[in-house]
């Protein structure tokens, strides 16, 4: 079993910086594929971000160029570093996990979630 939780979530001005974290308990992270997902209001959760257990990295393209997914192995976190945000990337962010090891687009593809963080971006 791996619990999730995120931090760093918050208010910030368009245009502005967040970086999201997750960690994960358990001693078998590494071998987990882990994403993020997000979720505004009225629409369905998307995939936003993913890294693969091997390390390969997996963007949605309305961001590809704004962010950056990343993990320590060693910490048993996953990190995304999200750059010039917009007001229409207000949402929950979600932090996902699979023990496939692989990246999935489909959020049932991911046995394990944590609670969410809110991003709100001020225009």
């Known amino acids: 079993q791996v619990q999730l939780v995120e931090s760093g979530g918050g208010l910030v001005q368009a245009g502005g910086s967040l970086r999201l974290s997750c960690a994960a308990s358990?001693?078998?992270?590494?071998?987990?594929?882990m994403a993020w997902f997000r979720q505004a209001p009225g629409k369905e959760r998307e995939f936003f971000a993913g890294?693969?257990?091997?390390?390969?990295?997996y963007y949605a393209d309305s961001a590809k160029d704004r962010i950056t997914i990343s993990r320590d192995n060693a910490q048993n976190t996953v990190y995304l570093q999200m750059n010039s945000l917009k007001p229409e990337d207000t949402a929950v962010y979600y932090c996902?996990?699979?023990?496939?090891?692989?990246?999935?687009?489909?959020?049932?593809?991911?046995?394990?979630w944590g609670q969410g963080t809110q991003v709100t971006v001020s225009s």
């Open positions: 996902a996990g699979s023990s496939s090891g692989a990246i999935y687009y489909f959020r049932g593809s991911y046995a394990y």
């Open positions: 358990g001693r078998t992270f590494s071998r987990y594929a």
């Open positions: 890294i693969s257990s091997g390390g390969s990295t």
